[in-house]
């Protein structure tokens, strides 16, 4: 994968596609094809901003470039990041890169909602519900500060130790590494308080938080 | 300058064109000046609902396209005259014929005219969504207190975000008071607890309606009927007064407003 020629970067001013040489224009396509499916629909229904580090794009080489973000389920804001060159070097690219896979966190401060999903290599913390529909998964723990009442997927590759905790743990299904526990079909009475999620034996438990 | 609003969904059914017909209605009798925009191309209603289908010679397309001006395809109300205008949706043609640009332009141009312009959306994400929300500022989210209907009106809210249309409003349609009593329908509460964003209204289910819709003459203007109050209190709340939410019916069904009056943080 060309991440050279063309990288998704998360920044303090939302997610931006850096493309460092213009005039290679037909590499930078397909580029940025390949980076948007090996994200899947990590970016769906986001913004993104564009950085040209070198030469400069032609109206219609930014609407094909448009097009396919379009495609990809995310909106082009043609305006360029307010930090401008020196400081994109700085930004750390998403997903991260492997080695440093157990120290990141990703802070997520919303609700994430129907049909939204979140992946990320690390543990993932959100300030907000994970809404019936919505779908957390990622390498590390899952931690709701709010209600999870969708599907979260915390160790996806394989870390049995890894947990859920939610201040409401109401989830549609829940896995953790290999593991998959689903709700019962009959409704339960809501949970009092902090739960957690972990895996004990070859099944997931849930158990009132208490520090 | 005038603001326009889109009235959308997600799931299909649930009141859109209703609720646009008779919050556009309950506006021009509070003395505004509106246009009601019909997006749903190929599947227009809103000219049956406002009882105006057969006065329309231009539609959406023409005006977009330059075959007419705009002004002589804006549809008079039977009643409130110039106050009260809609623009029809194409009938015939495919659903991509019109583009978020031309709907953005043309957007600018209504609200130089208009206190309010409201659009009614298609039902679903695709194209037609795409088109309802490219020249809006605010939003209306309509769902019915049915599980399938609130996760989908979820989904839109999260795609109304990614549009930059933020702090949207939600009208909860169809509710009857004794099934959610008995426990056999999702209560405001219960919405208000996954959707978590401001009510704007509560419609009852009502027989009303649908003679109105039938007679071409949206509830709103009927005083007994209780949807028509419903969308009455909508239309002042959109004009910045404080009507509270209305008491459906009985005393027994005061507990789950007050539990959401005093509920704003849950
Ligand atoms: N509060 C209500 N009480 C009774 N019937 C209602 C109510 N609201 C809507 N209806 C009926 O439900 C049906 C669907 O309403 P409407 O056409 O407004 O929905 P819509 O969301 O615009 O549908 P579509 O997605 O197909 O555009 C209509 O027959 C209408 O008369
Ligand atoms: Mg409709």
Same mark, same amino acid.
């Given at each position: 994968m060309n991440t050279q020629l063309c990288a998704i970067k998360g920044s303090r001013d939302g997610l931006v596609v850096t &493309? #460092?040489?213009?005039?290679r224009f037909a590499e930078v396509l397909t580029a940025l094809e390949e980076q948007l499916i090996a994200s899947e629909s990590f970016f769906q229904g986001s913004t993104v901003k564009l950085l040209v580090r070198q030469g400069t794009l032609s109206p219609s080489q930014l609407d094909q470039i448009e097009r396919i973000i379009t495609r990809y389920g995310m909106n082009l804001d043609?305006?360029?990041? #307010?930090? @401008? /060159?020196?400081a994109a070097a700085r930004e750390a690219p998403v997903p991260a890169a492997r080695s440093e896979v157990e120290h990141n966190t990703l802070l997520v401060k919303r609700t994430i909602r129907s049909g939204q999903r979140l992946h990320y290599d690390g543990n993932v913390v959100v300030m907000g519900d994970v809404n019936p529909g919505a779908e957390v998964v990622c390498t590390g723990d899952i931690l709701v500060l709010g209600s999870l009442r969708g599907v979260a997927h915390a160790g996806a590759e394989g870390k049995t130790d890894a947990i859920v905790f939610a201040?409401? /743990?109401?989830?549609t299904q829940l896995r953790i590494a290999h593991v998959i526990s689903r709700a019962p079909d009959e409704k339960l009475p809501q949970p009092q308080g902090p739960e957690i999620a972990r895996v004990v034996g070859d099944r997931i438990q849930l158990s009132v938080y208490n520090h | 300058m005038g603001k326009v609003i889109v009235i959308t969904s997600g799931k299909g059914g649930v009141g859109k064109t209703t609720t646009t017909a008779n919050i556009g209605t309950g506006l021009a009798a509070l003395g505004q000046k509106v246009c009601l925009v019909d997006t749903? &191309? @190929? /599947? =227009?209603?809103l000219d049956v609902v406002m009882g105006?289908?057969? =006065?329309? +010679?231009?539609?959406l397309l023409h005006v977009v396209e330059g075959q007419c001006r705009l002004r002589q395809a804006l549809i008079k109300d039977k009643q409130f005259g110039d106050r009260l205008v809609l623009l029809p949706a194409p009938q015939t043609r495919e659903k991509d014929a019109v583009t978020p640009e031309q709907m953005k332009e043309l957007m600018k141009e209504l609200r130089e005219e208009y206190d309010f312009v409201l659009l009614d959306s298609p039902a679903g994400i695709e194209h037609g969504f795409k088109n309802a929300v490219a020249g809006a500022d605010h939003a209306i989210v309509v769902t019915t207190p049915e599980i399938a209907a609130v996760r989908d009106a979820d989904r839109i809210i999260g795609l109304l975000e990614a549009a930059e249309l933020y702090d949207p409003q939600l009208i909860i349609n169809r509710v009857r008071p004794g099934m959610v009593r008995r426990g056999d329908m999702m209560s405001i509460g219960d919405i208000d607890d996954i959707l978590a964003i401001e009510i704007l209204g509560v419609v009852p289910d009502d027989q009303d309606i649908i003679v109105s819709t039938n007679r071409g003459e949206p509830v709103v203007t009927n005083p007994k009927s209780r949807a028509g109050q419903a969308y009455r209190n909508i239309a002042r709340r959109l004009l910045g007064e404080e009507v509270p939410l209305?008491? /459906?019916?009985? =005393?027994? +069904?005061m507990h789950w407003f007050k539990r959401l009056l005093s509920g704003e943080a849950q």
């Open positions: &493309i #460092s040489d213009a005039a043609r305006q360029p990041p #307010s930090w @401008g /060159l020196t201040f409401r /743990l109401e989830p | 749903d &191309i @190929g /599947l =227009r209603n105006l289908e057969n =006065r329309i +010679v231009y539609d209305m008491n /459906l019916e009985e =005393r027994k +069904v």
